[in-house]
């Protein structure tokens, strides 16, 4: 047995898989569980299920079980179990949430018609309108500080998302270390069409040569600005700005996931997309060193402000592992573990220190493709496989076209004004 196994909490690895129920923080208000709400759409209607009006009824009680009640158009509709695992997703990343109960009703005529009026009113007040689908899972990737292996990490996942024969949009709204292209191998400046901008696309295999590849779909801040003196004149609500473009003027196509990696340091960018794009949820990327997780607390206590979701925590640079199979904490050990816990949150992985991370950066070719089976490209994999397989998984539209049809057909006049208020 090495010597990190011999210290690693239960289990051997010291990842958590499990869901923890959060630390015994007081539990959320109604409002609170609502604020949250916003961010799961329903998939054919491209709007919050909050401004639908679809969720009839949140209680909680002094326990932390929240109740909620979601009022369908068809009750058989196969969208229900894509629209309970969100919400039930989504309220358990609530601090303090002990258990979360979905009940369903069905709407009335009179109901289905005044959703179908907020779906066109809501269709109409969103603006900008993004390019992002209500379909694509939005994936932040943060950090307390620079140089813990953001970039790392969000050029990884998204290669190793590709690999499973998925569409993965990668945003690099890090203006001061715009190291993504770099990373993904992709370089020059960004064409366009038809007033849209296109990105830069990378083809990936899939791992072991089975099954269909998929796409990585790259833009990045470093093709606005030449070097990181520009970069520094840059402020907060530029920046916010810029990403607001990226959001809105690119030819993103359909992506599963769009990963953004974050800038450090300002709250802008994350208001931005709360702002834009709700159901956004993040992903904090820390070191083992302990010291180093207040800074990574705040990053996490910042999303929750803007009603976000912290998905959970990637520590990175976590011990090396000698070609003997021995263990080194190079970083120290247990920051990954201590912020998850304080969250409470899952901590999805550790990253161990590898040479081909960096040398896999360098060249443009990440570690989950120049070395799938090693000890880091392993680990990538196993957390992407974790969030396309349980915590944020691709949202699949099969088999919904009827309901649209006759939600169509129940609508009796072409323009029946706004809402009526709650
Ligand atoms: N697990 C790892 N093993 C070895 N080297 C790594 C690992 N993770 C990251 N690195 C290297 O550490 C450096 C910093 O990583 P990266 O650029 O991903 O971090 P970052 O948090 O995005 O930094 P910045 O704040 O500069 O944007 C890079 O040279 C990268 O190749
Ligand atoms: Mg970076």
Not at 174 to 194: C, K, N, Q, T, Y
Request: net charge negative.
């Amino acid at each position: 047995m090495s010597p990190d196994e011999t210290m690693s909490p239960s289990p051997a690895d010291g990842v958590d898989r499990s869901h923890p129920a959060g630390p015994a923080a007081t539990p959320p208000s109604p409002d609170d569980v609502r604020r949250i709400l916003q961010g799961v759409s329903d998939p054919e209607l491209h709007a919050s299920i909050v401004d639908l009006g679809m969720v009839r009824d949140v209680s909680v009680t002094a326990g932390g079980a929240v109740a909620v009640h979601v009022a369908l158009t068809t009750a058989g509709c196969p969208l229900r179990t894509q629209i309970r695992q969100d919400v039930e997703s989504k309220v358990r990343g609530l601090p303090g949430v002990a258990d979360v109960r979905v009940e369903y009703g069905e709407m009335t005529g009179d109901e289905k018609r005044d959703l179908m009026a907020r779906a066109r009113w809501e269709g109409r007040r969103r603006a900008p309108e993004t390019e992002i689908a209500a379909t694509t899972r939005v994936l932040a990737v943060a950090s307390g500080k620079g140089g813990v292996g953001k970039s790392s990490v969000t050029v990884n996942l998204a290669t190793a998302l590709a690999a499973r024969g998925l569409t993965v949009g990668v945003l690099d709204a890090d203006i001061w270390g715009f190291s993504v292209p770099r990373m993904l191998g992709v370089e020059g400046r960004l064409g366009g069409a038809d007033g849209k901008i296109r990105p830069h696309e990378v083809e990936v295999p899939p791992t072991g040569g089975r099954g269909p590849g998929g796409l990585v779909k790259v833009v990045s801040m470093g093709f606005l600005v030449d070097d990181e003196d520009t970069a520094l004149m840059w402020r907060g609500l530029v920046l916010s700005k810029a990403v607001e473009q990226f959001l809105t003027d690119v030819a993103w196509g359909e992506l599963d996931y769009l990963l953004v990696d974050m800038p450090p340091g300002t709250g802008d960018v994350q208001m931005a997309l709360a702002r834009l794009l709700p159901s956004t949820e993040v992903l904090v990327v820390t070191t083992p060193a302990l010291a180093a997780q207040r800074v990574a607390a705040r990053v996490a206590d910042m999303a929750r402000r803007s009603y976000l979701k912290v998905t959970g925590v990637v520590e990175n640079l976590s011990s090396f592992v000698a070609p003997d199979g021995s263990h080194h904490a190079i970083f120290g050990e247990g920051g990954g573990a201590a912020l998850a816990r304080d969250v409470g949150v899952p901590l999805l992985g550790r990253i161990p220190i590898e040479p081909a991370v960096s040398t896999g950066g360098d060249a443009g070719i990440p570690v989950v493709r120049s070395d799938p089976l090693g000890p880091a490209g392993t680990a990538f994999r196993e957390i992407a496989a974790r969030i396309a397989e349980e915590l944020l998984p691709p949202v699949e539209m099969s088999g919904c076209t009827a309901r649209i049809l006759e939600l169509a057909g129940s609508t009796p006049s072409p323009s029946p004004g706004p809402p009526r208020p709650d």
